[in-house]
């Protein structure tokens, strides 16, 4: 067992301040700069601090060992539209695209990414592909004339309508247009608020016209939601724990002042897959919360035979002997025997399926 504090990035759209409660082991870090993931891992890009050391858990563990990455995310604007590619695309673009011109770096490793979101707070986002009979009624109230070849059939042809929009400039009227066109096609005023947080926050871009043809989503705190790769997705604003393979490929198409790489990314997008269930993950989160009714604390088994990573997030967690405090998380590999965790506050117990 490796105990274990995050790796903190302070990325634009994060919540300044809004990770403050779980930087375990400094306090230093300026609250009113955005905070926006802290990582607990073994990834390249951010492995994890070892508590009371000056090492890093990739120096102890590979991510044989250590196959999820755990985020603590707290998003005050939207992210980047983007999509994860699955594992051969990741291959080749890892080892053989990596060394062009044109897509130098756009792959930070070569594995798939695939993640599960669960809501700490009220969390917003877009999610997986807008049914095409709302999609058709946004993009008719739009000022726009639409491309006849993706109305060819009864059915319209979401992916040549969605690369005609990647591939298409527009006036900024048109992304203004947006909030309007979606109550014109009779949406609830949650989907409209959605799209004008986006157009408030990223004036101009239009990835906001690539929002359209994603679904927007409402997680209360303690729901999850479950993104494969090839499921385009944008979060918008929120605090939650993301599960993912210990993968950092992102491919983006807009909302970002990061590179954007469209090309790759409709490679990478399955135009025809819907959002999975979060049982279908391949990783379970739990948490465990203090009844502060009782004084007894909620305890949970944690088998052996399952990589599990346990995350402080409120008061102290113990497991057996061991106690960990907010912010600090223990990793226990699948070779290791069985664990017991309880908690005075709340803790997640992060683990693989077997």
């Given amino acids: 067992m490796q105990l274990i504090s995050g790796a903190l990035k302070t990325y634009a759209w994060g919540i300044p301040g809004g990770l403050q409660p779980w930087l375990a082991e400094s306090k230093s870090h300026n609250a009113n700069d955005p905070q926006a993931e802290l990582w607990f891992g073994v990834h390249p890009s951010g492995a994890s601090k070892i508590i009371g050391s000056d090492l890093t858990l990739d120096t102890l563990l590979e991510r044989t060992d250590v196959p999820i990455l755990v985020k603590i995310l707290a998003a005050a604007k939207p992210l980047s539209i983007q999509v994860h590619p699955h594992r051969g695309f990741a291959l080749e673009g890892f080892n053989e695209l990596n060394d062009t011109q044109e897509f130098a770096n756009a792959f930070a490793d070569s594995y798939e990414k695939t993640e599960l979101l669960y809501a700490l707070t009220p969390f917003t986002a877009f999610c997986g592909w807008r049914p095409l009979e709302q999609l058709t009624k946004i993009l008719e109230a739009l000022p726009i004339e639409l491309p006849v070849q ?47 947080t986006v157009i408030a926050d990223y004036p101009g871009d239009q990835g906001a016209l690539l929002a359209v043809f994603l679904q927007p989503l409402a997680l209360a705190p303690g729901e999850s939601v479950f993104i494969p790769a090839g499921i385009p997705h944008s979060y918008i604003a929120g605090t939650g724990i993301e599960v993912m393979t ?15 790489y469209k090309e790759l990314a409709l490679r990478a997008l399955n135009f025809e897959a819907s959002l999975p269930q979060p049982s279908e993950a391949p990783f379970i989160i739990d948490v465990l919360r203090a009844n502060t009714h009782s004084q007894e604390s909620p305890s949970q088994e944690s088998p052996s035979g399952e990589f599990r990573l346990v995350l402080g997030l409120e008061g102290q967690t113990n497991l057996d002997s061991i106690t960990i405090e907010s912010g600090q998380a223990a990793v226990i590999t699948a070779s290791e025997p069985t664990i017991s965790v309880s908690t005075s506050g709340v803790c997640a117990i992060v683990r693989t399926k077997t």
């Fill in 150 to 196: 993706a109305f060819a059939t009864d059915v319209p042809d979401r992916r040549a309508l969605f690369e005609y929009f990647v591939n298409t400039e527009f006036p900024i009227e048109v992304t203004r247009a947006i909030p309007e066109a979606v109550g014109t096609a009779g949406l609830s005023e949650f989907e409209i608020d959605a799209y004008k």
């Fill in 246 to 260: 210990s993968s950092d490929n992102v491919l983006r198409l807009g909302l970002t002042p990061k590179p954007v």
